[in-house]
Every structure is written in structure tokens, then in C-alpha cells.
């Protein structure tokens, strides 16, 4: 999944929370933070992605230049 599949799914959060604040309280994080990471300026951290149904993973890919 991508940063921005992620930002998209935050945007449905707050959507069906219908407005930012009540989505940022069911998250339990505060409301600049849910902006700044609907915003790009933050990655989010393992309670939010928790709380998405989410996990961080990394991934290693070939680049196809050896």
C-alpha cells in the first residue's frame, strides 16, 4: 500500500467520522497531528496504523541496474 493509499484512507476515516476532530478522537490522536499526516508532512506511527487495520513493512526491491 502506498503513503498515498494511506492518506486515502484517513480522508474515508474522517469522512465517515464526519468531520476531522471526531476522527482524530476514535483514532485517539490529536487533530493536527491527523492533519499533518493527511497532508503528507507525517508518517504514521504504529497506534494509528493499528488502528487502520494496518502494519508497517519494508520492502527491498532489485533496481534493475546489476
Do not use: C, F, H
Not at 467520522?17 to 506511527?45: C, E, H, W
Not at 494509528?48 to 513493512?57: E, N
Amino acid at each position: 500500500m502506498t503513503d498515498e493509499q494511506v492518506r486515502k484512507l484517513l480522508d474515508e476515516a474522517v469522512r465517515k467520522a464526519g468531520s476531522q476532530v471526531a476522527a482524530a478522537a476514535r483514532l485517539g490522536i490529536s487533530d493536527a497531528y491527523l492533519s499533518d499526516l493527511r497532508r503528507g508532512k507525517r508518517q504514521p506511527g504504529p497506534k494509528v496504523l493499528a488502528a487502520l487495520g494496518l502494519a508497517r513493512r519494508d520492502v527491498y526491491e532489485k533496481d534493475g541496474k546489476r
